[in-house]
C-alpha cells in the first residue's frame, strides 16, 4: 500500500467487460506490489446497465457506479478517466474528459479512425498545456521481455534494424460458428483482426525498434461474412438471439512496410489461426544479432549476439525475471513468471509515476495516431489491389 500521506489520484473507469476487468485488477494490484508517488483511489465505474454496473463495481472493487460517463467526469474526485469502451466511444469520452481537466488513459486502438485520433491527439496537446496528460493502452510494452528487447536495440546490440516479423495470431473466429460480437461491426470497432490485435503489433514493432512505418501495402480478408447473433447481443441487424448477422470487418491482415531507417517489416494479424490463443510473435534481425519473442512464453526473450565466437554463438534463451530486468524485484523471485495481467499493473505503474514527474506519459496520443495511420494506410491498400501507400 502507498505510504501514509501520499496524495491521492481519484479514479473512473468506462466500461467494465474484458479491459474492464483487467485494468481494475492493475489499479487494485499497482500499489500493493510498487511504491507509488500518489495512490490510486477507485472512485467509481460508470457503464449503461444499471444492474450490471452495479454488480462490476462490487465485484471489481469500485467505491461507486453511475451510469453515464458524462456523470462521471464531472465529479470532483475523479482525477484520471481510464476508457474501456468499444472504439466508436474513445474520442468522445476523451476528448470531454481532458477537456474538463482529467487526464486519460484509453484503450487500443486509439479510435477508430485517423481523423478521430488526430482530434483526440489535438486534445491532448491543449491538455498538456495545463498539466492534463494523455496515454493509450498499449499494453503489451509493458511486458518486461519487451521493455528489454527495446533496451538492447537502444544500446546497439543487435545494431541496425534489417528485418521485423510480427504476427499476432488468436483463434477465436476461426469457428464459423463463433457468434457475432461488437469486435465484429465496422462501426463500434473501426476494423477487424488489423485493429484490434494488428495495432497491438504495429506499436509493437515501433516501440522496438524506435523507428516509424513509413509506407505499407496490404491485404484484408473476411472469411466468414454471417454468424449467429448470440442472445446476449442487441445491435447488428437481426433480433437478439436467432439467425445471423452480417461481420463487417476484416478477420485477417497481411502486410508489409518499411521503417524510417530502412528496414523491412512484415505482420500478419489474424484470429484464425487454429491452436494459436494469444501468440503475439516479434522477431527483430539488426546488423549485430537478433531478437525473438513469443506472448505464449512471454518470460522469454532470445537474444542471438552475432559478435560472438562462432564456436559457442547461438540464441541466449533470457528469463526475464531477475531484479535487474524492468520491473524486476517488484513481484515474486526469479523464475517465478508473470503473466497477462502483470502488464496491466505496470502500464498504471509507469503511468502513475509520469503524472506525479509531470511528465507525457508514453504511450501519447501521438504515438496511438502514428499507429492509426498504418492501420488506415493497410486498408487504403487493400482497398486499392494491394499497392503501396505511403505514410506521411
Ligand atoms: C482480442 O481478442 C483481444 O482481447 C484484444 O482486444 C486485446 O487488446 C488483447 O490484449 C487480447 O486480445
Redesign the pocket.
Known amino acids: 500500500m502507498s505510504a501514509p500521506g501520499t496524495p491521492t489520484l481519484g479514479i473512473g473507469m468506462v466500461g467494465y467487460s474484458?479491459?474492464g476487468q483487467?485494468h481494475s485488477q492493475a489499479w487494485r494490484t499497482a500499489p500493493r506490489f510498487f511504491d507509488l508517488p500518489l495512490a490510486p483511489r477507485m472512485r467509481v465505474v460508470a457503464g449503461r446497465d444499471g444492474d450490471a454496473v452495479r454488480a462490476a463495481a462490487e465485484r471489481l472493487g469500485w467505491d461507486e457506479s453511475v451510469t453515464s460517463w458524462q456523470e462521471l467526469i464531472a465529479r470532483d474526485d475523479v482525477d484520471l478517466v481510464d476508457v474501456c469502451t468499444p472504439g466508436d466511444t474513445h474520442a468522445e469520452i476523451a476528448i470531454a474528459a481532458l477537456q474538463a481537466g482529467k487526464h486519460v488513459l484509453c484503450?487500443?486502438p486509439l479510435a477508430n479512425s485517423v481523423a478521430e485520433a488526430e482530434a483526440m491527439v489535438a486534445a491532448a496537446e491543449r491538455a498538456a498545456a495545463r498539466g492534463v496528460h494523455a496515454a493509450v493502452g498499449f499494453?503489451?510494452r509493458r511486458v518486461p521481455a519487451i521493455q528489454l528487447a527495446r533496451r538492447l536495440v537502444e544500446q546497439g546490440r543487435i545494431g541496425e534494424v534489417r528485418h521485423v516479423r510480427a504476427q499476432y495470431l488468436?483463434d477465436?473466429l476461426a469457428d464459423p460458428q463463433a457468434p457475432l460480437s461488437w469486435?465484429l461491426d465496422k462501426e463500434k470497432a473501426g476494423s477487424g483482426a488489423l485493429g484490434?490485435?494488428g495495432a497491438?503489433v504495429v506499436d509493437l514493432a515501433q516501440f522496438v525498434t524506435g523507428e516509424l512505418l513509413t509506407g505499407v501495402a496490404g491485404m484484408l480478408e473476411t472469411f466468414v461474412r454471417e454468424r449467429p447473433v448470440p442472445a446476449s447481443f442487441a445491435g447488428l441487424s437481426g433480433e437478439a438471439g436467432e439467425g445471423t448477422g452480417p461481420v463487417t470487418v476484416d478477420d485477417a491482415a497481411v502486410f508489409f512496410g518499411r521503417l524510417a531507417g530502412g528496414g523491412l517489416a512484415t505482420f500478419e494479424a489474424t484470429?484464425f489461426a487454429w491452436g494459436r490463443k494469444?501468440a503475439i510473435r516479434l522477431e527483430v534481425n539488426g546488423t549485430r544479432g537478433s531478437l525473438a519473442f513469443d506472448f505464449e512464453d512471454m518470460n522469454l526473450l532470445h537474444f542471438f549476439d552475432a559478435t560472438d565466437d562462432a564456436e559457442v554463438a547461438g540464441f541466449r534463451r533470457i528469463v526475464v525475471t531477475e531484479p535487474e530486468h524492468p520491473y524486476g524485484g517488484h513481484w515474486w523471485p526469479a523464475g517465478h513468471g508473470l503473466g497477462?495481467e502483470h502488464a496491466f499493473t505496470h502500464q498504471v505503474v509507469d503511468l502513475v509515476e509520469d503524472l506525479a514527474a509531470g511528465k507525457q506519459p508514453t504511450p501519447s496520443f501521438a504515438d496511438g495516431l502514428a499507429v492509426q495511420r498504418v492501420l488506415d494506410a493497410v486498408e487504403r491498400s487493400s482497398d486499392a489491389g494491394g499497392g503501396w501507400v505511403d505514410i506521411p
Do not use: S, V
Open positions: 474484458f479491459m483487467a484503450e487500443k499494453t503489451y488468436q477465436w469486435r484490434d490485435i497491438h484470429r494469444n497477462y
